[in-house]
């Protein structure tokens, strides 16, 4: 044969190849539809909306502040809207079982009244403290932190987001189904932690262990941290409820070099600083790998099937472009950080005194695990990426990712129905997702069939730098959607 007669009968192969490709790739994107919703709205409950506005606003205003280190805190503040809350919410204090735990975290109980079910217990959590206010940023605040402002818009303050209002919108519903004679066909347990922004140790965990001893179990909990939003994801249009199934793992590593120290005028080639930087520099050239857990794949997967056409064939056909949408989802930190276990310098200690060779060298690396990376793969990974005998790691404390919720359980489908009956926005895309910070729901896996995260209001792009942040607020009609939605959800419990 000759080489021409060859390369034809070649070429012939390519684009017969090339072809079936296209039309595979074609086909499977026709089919990669989203599924057809017919979702009845549902007209928001009428409440004398002004009075819950400033039961809110009042909420607000107390300081109950978590600090770093807890002898800082003030725990009269708590007290006192423990008070407050009991003032403004009587016949959820009549009727409901308050236990305090840890002395300042709520945990409520509300009986079944028909007992002739077997219908496990569920969980409604939030929590009352607060990040605190940097001092140096009170002038960029519109409204006081905690002056609990009300405006034409907006509630304004911290804890508006992040989660007093969470808490007092969960009272606020629970307070309207008992003015309305409801009576719920299984216990119900509302948990309100008071150091969730400090890990939740003394208020979530004892709660959690109380409730292990008295043998609850629980078929669901649902925490704070889902939000609908829009515009959030590069490249994505719709509206968008995230509805938090797991949440990553946190793993903080000390890392430490020793050398003789001695005078700066005879160095050696590298000192401890020198070579603790290195480490660093080392981890983070080499970046765990990119992956995609079941519960991102899932969230992608219904976020592609709502894209068009062009993006809508890259997700049709994981199988082939899987490592050019892991390319893709790299470059921005907050899609990367949903795809791998990520590592960050925060903590970076050594030498004191401009001609003395510092003798000890620290640093601490905090790392976000991905589900399925344990403490020890992640240890693994750091030693060998820093290979270097004379840095010492150690791991100060942490553990791995939550288990991922089932995203088709009977619960699951109910909030998304729920979820989508009390949003105004038409179109609504409601997808599991992995959230890559932490709740106080953690402490509750042992004790529940499924965990879950969503807190009933939408954020926008821009009300979201508030999260622990400067000027925190919540849109007015976002409160009475928080209020709908928890009213309503625990109405299908009768
Ligand atoms: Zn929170």
């Known amino acids: 044969m000759s080489l021409i007669r060859w390369m034809f009968k070649f070429l012939k192969w390519i684009l017969l190849a090339a072809g079936l490709l296209t039309v595979v790739l074609v086909y499977r994107t026709l089919q990669f539809n989203p599924e057809p919703s017919s979702i009845d709205k ?25 600090e770093q280190n807890p002898e800082d805190g003030n725990p009269q503040a708590f007290l006192d809207l423990h008070q407050y809350l009991a003032d403004s919410f009587p016949k959820v204090h009549k009727h409901l079982k308050l236990t305090k735990i840890g002395e300042l975290s709520l945990l409520y109980k509300w009986s079944a009244t028909k007992s002739d079910n077997d219908l496990k217990p569920i969980l409604l959590m939030g929590h009352i403290d607060v990040v605190p206010v940097d001092p140096s940023t009170l002038s960029d605040w519109t409204h006081p932190p905690f002056a609990g402002v009300v405006g034409p818009e907006n509630i304004w303050g911290r804890g508006a987001l992040d989660d007093k209002a969470a808490v007092v919108a969960i009272l606020e519903s629970i307070e309207t189904l008992l003015s309305e004679g409801f009576e719920p066909n299984r216990d119900i347990y509302f948990a309100f932690g008071h150091d969730e922004e400090i890990g939740g140790n003394n208020g979530a965990k004892e709660i959690a262990k109380y409730l292990a001893n008295k043998g609850v179990h629980f078929e669901y909990t649902l925490d704070e941290g889902g939000f609908v939003t829009q515009g959030l994801l590069p490249g994505f249009e719709k509206p968008i409820a995230l509805v938090g199934v797991a949440e990553k793992g946190y793993v903080t590593i000390e890392l430490s070099v020793q ?42 997967t219904t976020v592609g099937k709502n894209m068009p056409f062009t993006k809508r064939l890259v997700f049709a056909n994981l199988w082939l472009f899987r490592p050019f949408l892991l390319n893709q989802l790299s470059q921005s930190k907050l899609t990367n950080a949903t795809i791998r276990t990520t590592i960050a310098a925060t903590v970076f200690n050594a030498g004191d005194k401009e001609n003395a060779l510092p003798i000890n060298a620290k640093a601490i690396i905090n790392l976000r695990l991905l589900p399925g990376d344990s403490v020890d793969m992640a240890l693994a990974h750091i030693t060998r990426s820093i290979n270097d005998p004379r840095v010492k790691v150690s791991v100060i404390r942490g553990g791995g990712a939550t288990p991922i919720a089932d995203s088709d359980s009977v619960f699951f ?15 609504l895309v409601i997808v599991p997702n992995l959230m890559v910070g932490g709740t106080d729901s953690k ?18 792009p821009k009300s979201l730098s508030g999260f622990h942040g400067t000027n925190e607020f919540l849109p007015k009609k976002e409160y009475h959607r928080a209020i709908n939605f928890y009213y309503n959800l625990l109405k299908l419990n009768q």
């Not at 050398?259 to 660093?280: D, M, N, Y």
């Not at 489908?413 to 105004?424: E, F, H, M, T």
């Not at 004790?447 to 969503?454: A, G, K, M």
């Open 42 to 66: 549902l007209t928001p409950i009428s409440i004398d909306y002004p009075s819950a506005l400033e039961r809110v606003s009042g909420a607000l205003k107390f300081k109950t502040v978590s």
């Open 443 to 460: 402490h509750f896996i042992e004790i529940s069939d499924n965990v879950y995260r969503f807190g009933g209001v939408k954020i926008n």
């Open 413 to 427: 489908n109910q909030l998304s129905k729920v979820i989508d009956q009390v949003s105004p926005e038409k179109q």
């Open 259 to 300: 050398s003789e120290g001695g005078h700066s005028s005879v160095p050696p080639k590298s000192t401890s600083i020198g070579i603790i930087s290195q480490a660093i520099v080392r981890l983070e050239t080499s970046p765990f790998e990119a992956r995609l857990v079941p519960a991102t794949e899932e969230m992608l």
